[in-house]
C-alpha cells in the first residue's frame, strides 16, 4: 500500500479510532515484537501532555503532530500482518469516542518523562559539580 492510499484511508477513519486500533493491537499476543515497540512509542507521542515540540510555536508547534503521528501509524501498519490489521480495525469501529483504559501508557508516559526528567538534572548536577 503507497503512501497516498494509505494518508486517505487515515483522512477518512478518526484518528481516534485509529489509535484505539493501535491500542488493541498492542494488547493482541499475535503481534510480533517490533511491531509492538513502535505501537507503544506512538501510543506513549499521542498520548503524552508534553510534545518534542511546544505547541505555542507557530507551525512548528503542529508540525511534529502531523508528521510524527501519521509516520509513526504508517510504520505499525507497515510491520504487522494485513490480516490482524484490519482485525484491530473492525474491533475498532465499535470505540465510538471512548478511550479503552490506558492505565499502562498512563504509567508508561509517566515514567519515561520523570526518568527524562531525573536523566537532565543528574547532566545538570554533573556540569555544576565539574566547573
Do not use: C, H
Amino acid at each position: 500500500m503507497n503512501w497516498r492510499t494509505w494518508w486517505s484511508r487515515l483522512n477518512k477513519a478518526s484518528l481516534w479510532r485509529t489509535l484505539a486500533a493501535v491500542w488493541y493491537l498492542v494488547r493482541d499476543k499475535r503481534t510480533p515484537l517490533a511491531p509492538k515497540v513502535v505501537a507503544w512509542s506512538v501510543l506513549a507521542y499521542a498520548l503524552s501532555p508534553i510534545d518534542l515540540i511546544p505547541g505555542f510555536i507557530p507551525v512548528l508547534g503542529l508540525l511534529d503532530d502531523l508528521v510524527i503521528l501519521p509516520l509513526g501509524i504508517w510504520l505499525v501498519i507497515q510491520l504487522v500482518p494485513a490480516w490482524l490489521w484490519q482485525d484491530k480495525q473492525r474491533q475498532a469501529q465499535g470505540f465510538e469516542g471512548r478511550l479503552p483504559k490506558l492505565l499502562a501508557g498512563l504509567v508508561l508516559v509517566i515514567v519515561l518523562w520523570l526518568s527524562l526528567v531525573a536523566l537532565m538534572v543528574w547532566w545538570l548536577w554533573s556540569l555544576v559539580w565539574a566547573a
